[in-house]
């Protein structure tokens, strides 16, 4: 198959999984185009069966504000005419999913049928999506879509409550490709953070408010007391400095570590023992499943699609959002045991196990080929 991949380039969650997505399928033999404003964060473009195609704004001076929908939507026009794709797969509604559509409504009208597979990801439902702004459009796209699917059936329970959406949304689960943790090498993490062989607990998010990279910090402050340990924090964004303020606050600056944004997070992961996702709301919760393939629990909270991903007392345990008290005893009572400790990693890998690339990718693999076959 010939398929185009249009998704975020940023670090977060739905442009991982397209990436991985697309990365598999190229593996597989398909030739696969990923279309973005900027190359994603963890596309090989040197991998064969791989391309790339920028999306250049436009800053001519009379654009206040640049109409990036417009250049997608000429730019999926020219890839799938002159790369002659078989499928569009759109991961993000906004405004990935209307581009497609209009880009589909001009292909049809020179001759050319190209399905449309839109992925909800999350904030485009849950946050950004229902707002009033946008509503009537994501409406629209997500109904004229071929296919639509969402990475949890959360996320589906919440676009069928927000949206008035005709259309089957097929729920495929987010995946996770084992072989980058199972390929790590000791690297000298723990030595570097734990001198005196204390314990190390990871957070991972884009620190934006939905996240509650706070509750991290404050949970952490509470597990330090009575288990000697270490936080690393990865990843960056808007809340850094106040969770920085927070640290200094709690005046444990010294036991709080921040390495900002890194693409290789398994050579962290792998040396975790405790993996803490304190999010407001989480339609899947991908830095959770990382954190499990590299054999770490997870404690977090138990919003949107997070119960779906880890299981209360077997990989982790869950809490109501902004339940400080119940995330840190449960904390403490796996990492204060060489015994509990043990058995949740494993438990962890176990859980990872259930999204394993092999058995999700090939979902998408029918899907596809659902869709282009009718038109051959
Ligand atoms: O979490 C973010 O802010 C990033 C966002 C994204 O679209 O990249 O993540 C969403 O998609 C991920 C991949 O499907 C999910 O694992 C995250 O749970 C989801 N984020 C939220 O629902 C807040």
New binding site residues.
Partial sequence: MRIGIVC?PTF????V?ATELGLEMASEGHSVHFISYSQPVRLDPYAANVFYHEVSVSNYPLFDYSPYELVLTSKLVSVVKNENLDILHVH?AIPHASAAYMAKQILAAEGIHIPIVCTL????I?LVGKDASFEPVITFAINKSDAVTA?SDSLKADTLEYFNVKREIQVIP?FIDLKYFDSMKPNGIRDRYLPTGERLVMHLS?F?K?KRVEDVALIFAKIQEKVPSQLLLMGDGPERNNVEKMCRDLGICDRIHFLGKTKKIEQFLVNADLFILS?E??????AALEAMAAGVPVISTNT??LPEVNKHGFSGYLSDVGDIDSMAKNAISILASDEELAKFKANARVQALKFDLKKIVPQYEALYRSLILPLK
């Avoid at 990801?121 to 485009?124: I, L, P, V, W, Y």
């Avoid at 709301?281 to 991908?286: A, H, K, R």
């Fill in positions: 975020y977060g969650g739905s442009g999984v993000y990801h999350g904030t485009d849950t990475v987010n884009n934006r939905v999010s709301t989480e339609s899947f919760g991908l949107g699609g």
